[in-house]
């Protein structure tokens, strides 16, 4: 099933202004839009995360101990968690732009498994190195390198030139990325809040305000 967001070019689709009104705004509409299908693709992400979630009940089966738990969840988390996050927002990131998307576009970053995988743990080496020195800087890393995901899947750019693409594309952008993820923890709780249920919806669109985000830059100077 394909779904057609709208029969402009890419090129012609009206993007916001990069604030954090401005792409919360149009994420809104487009999640609206597209609620069905969007949110069969949470699902299926979040399906296939339990086995992560009961990943301790693995203490209560004899053979099972800290170790094994440990080495499931490294091999669980390469082998899912990690590409389906990455094929997660490249749906995101269509939705957002305007162009046609289906569900299994979640799984399409299995085609460059390899560069997913290590462009996910270089950004997790950097932003954790960057905690480590009194956090401000890992919260600063963080956001310098929030578009890495998207520059993989959307250029196909190998991990260590989305890095330092990441880095560059974010100037300008930074305070508006930090301020959309104090702005996603209100957005979260007040999911919570709408009889847990609400979650689904705020998740949707806390991941395509990141998209959206990216999107704007990649088609505005950089200093913009």
Known sequence: MEIIQNNEPLNQVQLPEPTVSGVFGHSWEVLKRNFPELLMVILIQMVLSIPFGFRHRFYDMDFAGPFTTGLFSFIYSLLVLIPVGYGTSWVFLKAVGGESFRVQDMFFAYQQFGNVLL??????????????????????????????????????????????????????????IFWMGVTSIFVFIGGLICFIVGIFPAMIWISMAFACIYRVASKKPAAA
């Open 119 to 176: 462009a996910n743990i270089l950004v997790c080496l950097i932003v954790i190195a960057g905690f480590i020195m009194l956090i401000v800087p890992g919260i600063i890393f963080a956001c310098k390198l929030s578009f890495v995901p998207y520059l993989v899947m959307d250029e196909k750019m190998e991990a260590a030139e989305a890095i330092r693409k990441s880095w560059e594309m974010t100037k300008g952008y930074s305070w508006t």
